[in-house]
């Protein structure tokens, strides 16, 4: 088997650079390594960071083509009662998500969280992405109070794991458009604020100031300026790139 820590420790170096083609190239390198001595698990793990990488810099179709890949390799392994294959289902759905297929997203959520709630502990910090991911696909169906109930249960995990702060401040965001979505920017406007500055003080108030620091502040910013708040999206954007530029 291939030394997956290896594979994820320079991928963080290039992530924390924010050189994405570096990644790409290094995650490309080392799915053909996989495929050229048969590991396949190491090769479904290299897929579902591909998923995310082309999912973030907005590559569609390489997005689905993995996904699809790294779901056969689950089937064709018979691997979808593990906690790798709950990835690889939280993963795909998020991709099929973001680009505008909700529908198509929510079967694959579930099947993550069957497996995640047989195989880990009530409270694991996976259980916080997972439900703060199925949301959002609850949100574009209209389903909002399913949609708040999974964001209440992200952030009963989010506040008791270490270090979960950050994602919980996503999280606030996240409910702030789920809010609008719902009631509309004007009657959801009390809420929203609420909602708002309650992420910013967690980014204000949180210590280590790291490249995953960056990538949340960088995820947020735009959220803040399409409500109104343009200096601090600026300024979260600013932070991101200086911190960037030290890595």
């Not at 924390?16 to 793990?45: K, Q």
């Not at 973030?56 to 593990?82: D, I, N, P, Y």
């Not at 079967?107 to 996976?126: F, T």
């Not at 009963?156 to 606030?172: C, S």
Request: glycine share 6%; charged share 30%.
């Amino acid at each position: 088997m291939l030394d997956r820590t290896r594979i994820l420790d320079k991928l963080d170096d290039y992530l924390n650079r924010n050189d994405y083609d570096g990644a790409e190239r290094h995650l490309r390198y080392w799915l053909a390594e996989c495929e050229s001595v048969r590991d396949h698990r190491t090769a479904l793990l290299v897929q579902n960071e591909l998923m995310g990488l082309y999912r973030k810099v907005g590559k569609r179709e390489e997005a689905f083509r993995m996904a699809e890949t790294a779901l056969a390799v689950v089937e064709e392994h018979a691997l979808s009662e593990q906690i790798g294959a709950a990835t690889t289902f939280l993963n795909a759905a998020t991709v099929y998500k973001a680009f505008g297929d909700a529908a198509r997203a929510l079967p694959l959520y579930e099947k993550a969280r069957a497996v995640y709630e047989r195989e880990l502990p009530p409270g694991d910090r996976q259980f916080g992405g997972l439900y703060n991911n199925m949301a959002l696909a609850l949100v574009d169906l209209s389903r909002f109070e399913e949609a708040n109930a999974l964001y209440q249960q992200a952030l009963a995990v989010m506040h008791e794991v270490e270090n979960g702060a950050l994602e919980a401040a996503i999280t606030y965001l996240n409910m702030a458009c789920a809010v609008e979505a719902e009631h509309g920017l004007l009657d959801g406007a009390e809420e929203i604020e609420a909602l708002l500055d309650k992420a910013e003080r967690i980014l204000e108030t949180w210590g280590n100031r790291d490249g995953y620091y960056a990538f949340v502040c960088e995820k947020c910013a735009s959220v803040f300026g399409y409500h109104g708040r343009f200096v601090y999206e600026k300024e979260l954007k600013a932070r991101a790139k200086a911190i960037y530029e030290r890595a």
